[in-house]
């Protein structure tokens, strides 16, 4: 009947279709099936306005089933629906025409195609429509098309402010509603809001907060301000008029949790430029957010610790907060919802952001167990914020301590594996801040978190990279950690970061140092050079020369290896060993074969050493090492640490070193002294046409078969030529404080360099002169000291 060339039939039609179309969406199916929408298209363009009019309500109320909107887009119908919407066309077309628009606006397609085909501007005239049904349908489709940003900008120079604040006058709420949303909208455009102040929207706002009747707007309406808030003109005009104080003491008195949060969420907007912020805290805004953390609803605590956050960046709020708002604060921490949890740790780290007084009072508020608990939590963004918070604790000692002692470093192994760039960042940064004290290297060492560690040092994120790089430097401040470090390849990685420039900061260089400086074995066979600074401590051992990225073995890993044919490894250990009772009370009188317990081998061989007595014949030295024997099987050695033995022949030296040349009276003097008592112990002075002769090869190769081990402490070195000369000179004048360093160089060589202030010239008094280097000569004329750049230090080092 929809084809037929009779009007009233074509009207009787549309009207019974309307009337089943309307009892549900099976049957607008039905009709869609029999091929009605096509038929119905062309009629709602039909010369006689009833079979028109049935015909667009048959369309309109069709338009609601998805199925339906989907053909109405391949017919591309908006065209011809905006055509109707001229002001001489009936006000049902109108109605239904609307409604069809506003059921397919919801499609992104639909509202390119309603932008570009004109329809805003005759909507927007049908805001003042006498019809609500055709008001409603307008301002309804008005609002799902400034969702898009292109129809936003547009409706401000058609200017639809004015008749959407009509609307908010309207006798039904569902338009002041769908009025408000628009409103909510567009205001997010600076230039919007702007008009909206001009036309007096401000003042239509409040009072709609004012209105008891209309609470049921009071939300949207809440949501609109907070958008104008946002300027700081906007700001002082409503502080101006006493709006700010009624919105405040409104937000105060309502008990409904979205008209809180809202509000909440207006204050942050707001708090986002410095003006407004200071127009808050002189309002007492802070007084309202407090309030709202102690709401029963966790969508209300969100906003208001988000809004806290915001207002923190003005210095007042920040000290009126972290004397009341902390401890509500901390108390959320342990809330069950997540969200909660995050938004309060952010508004903490903020807060404790450069202020000491506020870091104080959240641990004041018991707040460090909860901290470190949020650690453990799933939400990024909640561990980021917690370590940051703990890092701005960690400022203060007391209270390092006090975290410490909840056992931080170990749970911050696991943030530092994170996946998150964010999270990896500020957990390093929190290992920069703890990692000053020992026990806390300690603690990161046993749980395993020096391998995360490391591994950010590989980053692309250039902050991870930093803060990696700094808790590098912070955590290689003991050898221990530092030698670790170095197996996990930290030195190799920061070489190459060093090297690519994009890469490089301040605290990869620092941290290539501090890692070197406190594992001088491994900075000496890298480098070959070991400056007055780097004090050669107990321990320490020259490996000979390694190539970069070849991994330095430990003593104890190196004590493992069979003898070999190779450089011997050189150790110094002038530190007593402990539970050798015998050789401590008498150190003196004992070889180093008896003073020696397990040097370089097993502990199990060791062992049977002792008990064999190396085959010695002397009843006394037998008794000896049978009480050392003793003693050593009452130790499970086993369990216990593996320690290099004592270098006894070191330690004499030491000590005859401290009492003959310690009470010399110049540095210069002491410097020879010791040249000379070096070289003493090493072979003595060698004629440099003679050097060939000196036979220290054998000598080493003994004391190699004669240890079993490739390692020789350098007390039994006897015969030492240059680099052995070099090492003891820099070890003795170490402990006796004398500045030195010590300089590899090529085919066994091996030097000292020393400053020194010379004499003033003849005649003069009172003039200083700058300290001169000079090379210590050790072999050839033992206290010899040679200018640096001289010919006979030249020699001395290459000839």
């Known amino acids: 009947m929809l084809d037929s060339p009779e009007e009233e039939v074509l009207a009787k039609a549309c009207d019974a279709i309307y009337k089943f179309a309307s009892k549900g969406d099976e049957n607008k199916v039905a009709l869609l099936g029999l091929g009605a ?3 119905l298209y062309k009629l709602i363009s039909h010369e006689d306005p009833i079979v028109r009019r ?12 998805h199925d339906v909107k989907k053909l109405l887009r391949e017919l591309d119908v908006t065209s011809s629906l905006l055509s109707h919407l001229v002001p001489e066309e009936d006000v049902v077309i109108h109605e239904f025409a609307t409604l069809c628009l506003a059921h397919m606006a919801v499609e992104y397609t639909t509202k390119v195609q309603i932008f570009e085909q004109g329809g805003l501007e005759p909507l927007i005239s049908l805001l003042s429509s006498p019809d609500p049904d055709v008001t409603k349908n307008s301002v309804e489709c008005i609002y799902l098309l400034v969702q898009d940003f292109q129809s936003r900008a547009a409706v401000c120079e058609l200017n639809v402010i004015p008749p959407l604040l009509d609307l908010l006058k309207s006798e039904y709420p569902v338009i002041q509603l769908l009025a408000l949303k628009t409103l909510e909208v567009i205001s997010k455009d600076r230039e919007t809001r702007i008009i909206l102040g001009e036309n007096q929207g401000l003042d239509c706002l409040l009072k709609i907060l004012e209105t008891n009747e209309f609470n049921d707007l009071h939300v949207e309406a809440l949501a609109v301000l907070g958008n104008c808030l946002e300027d700081v003109h906007t700001m002082q005009l409503i502080r101006q008029t006493g709006g700010l104080k009624k919105l405040l003491s409104f937000v ?3 008990t409904v949790p979205d008209i809180q949060k809202n509000a909440a969420k207006a204050i942050a907007k707001a708090a986002c430029d410095s003006e407004n912020r200071k127009i808050l805290n002189e309002e007492n ?24 956050s915001a207002m923190c960046e003005n210095l007042a709020s920040k000290r009126v907060f972290g004397l009341q708002g902390i401890p509500q604060l901390v108390q959320l921490l342990s809330s069950d919802d997540e969200e909660v949890k995050e938004a309060a740790v952010i508004a903490l780290a903020n807060l404790t952001t450069a202020s000491p007084s506020n870091a104080s009072a959240v641990a004041e508020a018991e707040g460090i167990e909860p901290l470190v608990k949020t650690l453990n939590t799933e939400r990024h963004e909640a561990v980021a914020n917690a370590a940051a918070v703990l890092t701005n604790m960690a400022m203060q000692e007391p209270l390092r301590l006090c975290i410490q002692s909840h056992g931080v470093m170990s749970v911050l192994t696991e943030p530092l594996r994170s996946a998150s760039s964010r999270v990896q960042s500020r957990a390093a940064l929190a290992v920069a801040a703890f990692g000053c004290d020992a026990n806390a290297r300690s603690e990161l060492r046993d749980a395993g978190g020096l391998g995360p560690l490391v591994e950010l040092l590989h980053s692309k994120d250039k902050e991870v990279r930093r803060n990696a790089c700094w808790a590098v430097m912070v955590c290689a401040s003991d050898e221990l950690t530092a030698v670790e470090l170095c197996r996990l390849g930290a030195l190799d990685i920061l070489e190459e970061v060093n090297r690519l420039t994009g890469h490089r900061n301040n605290f990869s260089e620092a941290a290539l140092e501090r890692l070197l400086d406190n594992n001088l074995s491994q900075k000496y066979s890298q480098m070959g050079y070991l400056s007055s600074s780097n004090v050669i401590t107990d321990g320490f051992y020259d490996y000979g020369k390694i190539k970069p990225g070849v991994k330095l073995l430990s003593l104890e890993e190196l004590s493992m290896q069979e003898l070999a044919d190779r450089r011997a490894i050189i150790f110094i250990n002038a530190k007593p060993q402990e539970n050798v009772l015998a050789v401590e009370e008498k150190p003196q009188h004992l070889s180093y074969e008896q003073t020696t317990l397990s040097p370089f081998t097993s502990r199990k061989s060791s062992r049977e050493k002792l008990r064999k007595g190396k085959g010695k014949k002397e009843e006394e030295k037998m008794k000896e090492v049978e009480i050392m024997s003793e003693v050593q099987d009452e130790i499970n050695l086993e369990d216990v640490q593996w320690q290099p033995p004592p270098d006894f022949m070191l330690m004499n030296y030491i000590n005859d070193a401290s009492k003959t040349i310690l009470p010399l009276a110049t540095t210069r003097e002491q410097v020879v002294a010791l040249a000379q008592f070096v070289a003493d112990k090493m072979g003595g002075a060698i004629e440099r046409d003679k050097l060939h002769d000196f036979s220290w090869e054998l000598h080493i190769s003994e004391i190699k078969f004669e240890l079993k081990s490739n390692i020789v402490p350098i007390g039994k070195v006897k015969k030492g030529t240059f680099y052995h000369r070099a090492l ?3 070890v003795i004048a170490d402990r006796l404080g004398i500045g030195c360093s010590l300089v590899r160089g090529e085919y066994n060589r091996g030097w000292n360099e020393v400053k020194l202030v010379d004499d003033s010239p003849q005649g003069v008094t009172g003039l200083l002169l700058p300290p001169q280097e000079y090379i210590v000569d050790l072999m050839f004329v033992p206290g010899f000291l040679m200018k640096q750049e001289s010919v006979e230090a030249d020699q001395y080092k290459y000839i």
Do not use: H, T, Y
């Open 54 to 65: 049935n015909a667009m309500m048959v369309f309109g109320i069709m338009a609601s089933n």
């Open 728 to 730: 003891l000179f820099k």
């Open 37 to 39: 929408v096509e038929r």
């Open 252 to 254: 105060g008195v309502s």
């Open 285 to 308: 805004v802070e007084n309202c957010l407090i309030n709202l953390l102690e709401v029963d609803d966790d969508g209300v605590k969100v906003a208001a610790s988000q809004a806290i």
